[in-house]
């Protein structure tokens, strides 16, 4: 079995992308959360082993629910997914420490070769 | 120039110009907290304005180049055209710090031509739009001939070459210090894939990795967020150091987008000698360009061998209060007073009167010259002091930088800047209380997101402060950050081999981090970070100065490092002691007590003995031992208890003279192979004196 990813995106549409591009790698999609709030919670029950997390999502935003994750675990591995300009956000989610980012639309090769990269490590 | 006094007038000049650059530093600071002050940007206006006329008067031309540059930004912001933001302000303050580089390098005898202003150039004009601060060097052409210098100075990187890496103070005594812990110094050259959309991101990625595992001195362009122009990141160049080249190879290439990392060694050599530190040419792969500028500047040099190039101008004066002079001129009116008052005495007697008669009044004068010659030993004495806040007034820009780099909020608070120093253990205090600052905001102070869930304010604190304790200067330095966990020294300790680890006190523990080859990158991972070089700041301390350093921890509370310094270093309170025919001298502030030790109290084989001292086992050393022979058997035996920081040691002495002051003096390396001595003094009768450094005790203990 692969490795198990929680997505969190608040459009179901790029969970659907998302989703199919992984799945056909051989991950398990271990959950999936339309906002921060869900994906914190879920993050608690599911333990996947990477998170998929959206910046810009209703509730709770990315950053919080990054924060609040590394609060759960602190060697979680987190990619940001993130619009075009929201460069000091994506920094700060670095220093945060988060493994890798992918900016929005992204092609299948290049989310499969972060989250490849950041389950090495 | 010729005929005027070349090397007075450049003394003069720099002086004067660094007082002005120090100042430019300090109102840059002010301003920075308080940007709509207008009186403050009048100030740093008139700063920038003055140091251009006068280095321009001296003919240094990069220099004055570089002050114009600023000063007409500030003009721009003076009449209301350019608003004070961030960049603006950064650029300012990479100016004020090239400029103040300069002024060092041409202090020591080099050039301002030795430097590379392009970059800080263009931040300036970048920064203040296109206005009156338009960049020469992007088109040297256009530039007026006067000042357009055709030196490596003028002319812009190559495309493709590395970006110049200019390095401040911090970062040589961050490479020095590397060097000393055998690390490898590593050029990377990082660049960004094409398609990558977000380039800053994607560089800041490789950045924060590569701090992960390695020392990251410089980063050019530098990697502070918020106003980062994201085009400018396709290739960013890294000056960092590290034990493990293979470590940082996995570090920048473990990033996905990267289009490629390019790993040069370089010599440290290149980087710490003098000016050619700051000038990216000596480091750089050889290029056509650098080339041509360093062949341009060496036939210069052979035309024009210019008074510029002197040697190191030594600073013969010194600035003092007036008030502390007007002390010292009322105390010689009063001594020429009695002077006459005894030449009349004198005259008196040898005309025939009666000594007994004027016995009385001689006992008088007498006693008052004594006051006053105390009173003038203690007014020259002050004007030897100055205040620690020259150096303290560094901190606020240290920590500032420091904390944006890391992306460490931290709050300094200093204490006690008032405190008088004497000028020649300022000077070399400086690099280790910066030392023990970085320190404490690379691996004390958490990042904000561990600081909250350790259940702190996200905020770091530091705080520095300064007091004058009996005959000491004590220095804090003191963070609430991570602290350090004494059992994992204590692991350390014994994984090397440490005998009698097992049973070290805490004090004791604490201590090694002070041991050279303890503080290594190994055991400072171990350590949670902390440590670095910590043993090069306790041979500052206490071998230099003659001061003590002692380490507190709590974890996660934090660290308190509390330095113990001398006010002076040229006259000391002692204790005047003899061993066989030889007179030693021991600094009162090393002397805990004086004390009579029977001979059944000592226990222990020789060589090894000890007795107790306040129900402490303490050791007995004894001065014929120390020097040659042997103790002389007795049964009672007179002794000082020296201390040294928390240590405490018997020193069995012939005879016990007296308490007095002694003015040391430097001892030959000879003489003292065994680093027993910090100094020797004559007394009146000419009789040699060594000043026992009482360090020994602590050497002596493992």
């Not at chain 1, 992308?17 to 999936?32: D, N, P, V």
């Not at chain 2, 008088?420 to 253990?425: P, T």
């Not at chain 2, 007179?638 to 430097?666: H, M, Q, S, T, W």
């Amino acid at each position: 079995m692969g490795a198990t990813i929680l997505i969190a995106d608040d459009l179901s549409f790029m969970r659907m992308i998302q989703k199919e591009i992984l799945t056909e790698r051989g991950y398990t999609i271990a959950g999936e959360a339309a906002d921060g709030r869900e994906a914190v919670e879920k993050f608690k029950n599911l333990r996947p082993d990477l998170v998929l997390l959206d910046i810009t999502m209703p509730n709770m935003n990315g950053l919080e629910a990054m924060r609040k994750i590394f609060k759960i675990d602190p060697h979680a591995r987190v990619i940001m997914c993130s619009a075009l300009g929201q460069q000091n956000l994506i920094v700060e989610a670095i220093k945060a420490g988060v493994k890798d980012f992918i900016v929005k639309p992204f092609k299948p090769e290049r989310i499969l070769s972060a989250i490849d990269k950041a389950l090495k490590s | 120039m010729s005929g005027i006094d070349e090397t007075r007038l450049r003394r003069a000049f720099l002086e004067e110009a660094e007082e002005l650059s120090q100042k430019l530093g300090e109102s840059l600071m002010e301003l920075e907290a308080d940007r709509a002050n207008a009186q403050l940007v009048n100030e740093v206006f008139r700063l920038t304005h003055s140091l251009k006329s006068e280095s321009a008067l001296m003919g240094f031309a990069t220099l004055s180049e570089l002050a114009h540059r600023m000063e007409d930004v500030l003009g721009l912001a003076r009449g209301g055209s350019l608003t004070l933001g961030k960049p603006v302000m950064d650029s300012l303050f990479a100016g004020a710090d090239l400029l103040a580089e300069m002024m060092a390098a041409i202090g020591k005898g080099g050039s301002d031509e030795d430097f590379t202003t392009a970059e800080v150039l263009q931040g300036l004009s970048a920064a203040s739009g296109n206005g009156h601060a338009r960049p020469q060097d992007a088109a040297p052409a256009q530039g007026p001939p006067a000042r357009q210098s055709a030196g490596p100075s003028g002319i812009p990187p190559a495309p493709g070459a590395p970006a110049p890496l200019m390095l401040g103070d911090f970062e040589k005594l961050q490479l020095a210090e590397a060097r000393d812990r055998g690390e490898a110094l590593l050029r990377l050259t990082v660049d960004v894939d094409e398609g990558e959309p977000m380039k800053f991101p994607r560089a800041y990625l490789v950045f924060s990795n590569l701090e992960a595992v390695s020392n990251v001195v410089k980063v050019v362009p530098p990697m502070e967020g918020e106003t980062a122009d994201d085009s400018l990141y396709g290739r960013t160049t890294v000056l960092l150091t590290s034990g493990s080249e293979e470590e940082v190879m996995k570090a920048a290439s473990g990033v996905d987008q990267i289009a490629g990392v390019k790993i040069e060694r370089c010599r440290f050599d290149a980087f710490l000698s003098g000016a050619a530190a700051s000038s990216a040419p000596a480091a750089a792969p050889e290029t056509a360009t650098t080339t041509a500028g360093q062949d341009e500047q060496a036939r210069r040099n052979e035309s024009a061998p210019d008074a510029r190039r002197a040697g190191p101008v030594e600073k013969t004066s010194i600035r003092v209060d007036t008030r502390k002079l007007d002390d010292l001129w009322s105390l010689i009116a009063e001594l020429v007073l009695h002077k006459s008052h005894i030449a009349r005495l004198s005259e008196d007697i040898s005309r025939g009167k009666d000594v007994h008669s004027v016995r009385e009044e001689l006992v008088e004068s007498f006693d008052s010259l004594d006051k006053i010659s105390s009173g003038m030993q203690q007014a020259m004495m002050d004007t030897r002091m100055i205040s620690i806040s020259v150096i303290f007034s560094k901190f606020p820009r240290l920590v500032r930088d420091l904390s944006r780099k890391l992306g460490k909020p931290v709050d300094l608070v200093l204490s006690g800047e008032d405190t008088e120093i004497d000028r020649s253990i300022v000077e070399a205090l400086s690099d280790p209380l910066t030392h023990i600052i970085r320190n404490s905001l690379d691996h004390g102070i958490e990042f904000p997101e561990e600081r909250v869930r350790r259940g702190k304010n996200d905020k770091g604190r530091v705080s520095v402060s300064a007091r004058r304790q009996g005959g000491n200067i004590v220095i804090e330095l003191e963070d609430d950050g991570r602290g350090m966990d004494p059992e994992s020294i204590r692991r350390k300790a014994v994984g090397m081999g440490m005998s009698g680890a097992e049973s070290f006190t805490e004090a004791q523990l604490l201590d090694l981090v002070f041991l050279p080859g303890f503080s290594t990158k190994e055991v400072v991972t171990d350590l949670s970070g902390r440590g670095v070089g910590m043993d090069v700041v306790a041979t500052r301390i206490r071998g230099d100065l003659k001061g003590d350093v002692v380490l507190r921890t709590e974890q996660n509370r934090g660290t308190r490092v509390t330095l113990f310094l001398p006010l002076t270093l040229t006259i000391v309170n002692a204790l005047l002691v003899r061993g066989d025919t030889q007179l030693y001298a021991l600094p009162l502030t090393d002397v805990d007590s004086t004390a009579k030790l029977v001979s059944t109290e000592i226990r222990g084989e020789e060589g090894r003995e000890s007795a107790l001292w306040m129900e402490e086992e303490t050791p007995v050393f004894s001065l014929g031992a120390l020097f040659g022979g042997g103790r002389r058997r007795a049964d009672e035996y007179f002794a000082a208890v020296l201390r040294n920081g928390d240590r405490k040691a018997y020193l069995v002495v012939d005879e016990l003279i007296e308490e007095r002051e002694v003015v040391i003096k430097p001892v030959d390396d000879l003489l003292n192979s065994q680093k027993m001595f910090s100094g020797v003094s004559v007394l009146e009768n000419g009789k040699l004196v060594f000043i026992l450094d009482t360090s020994f005790i602590r050497r002596e203990h493992f």
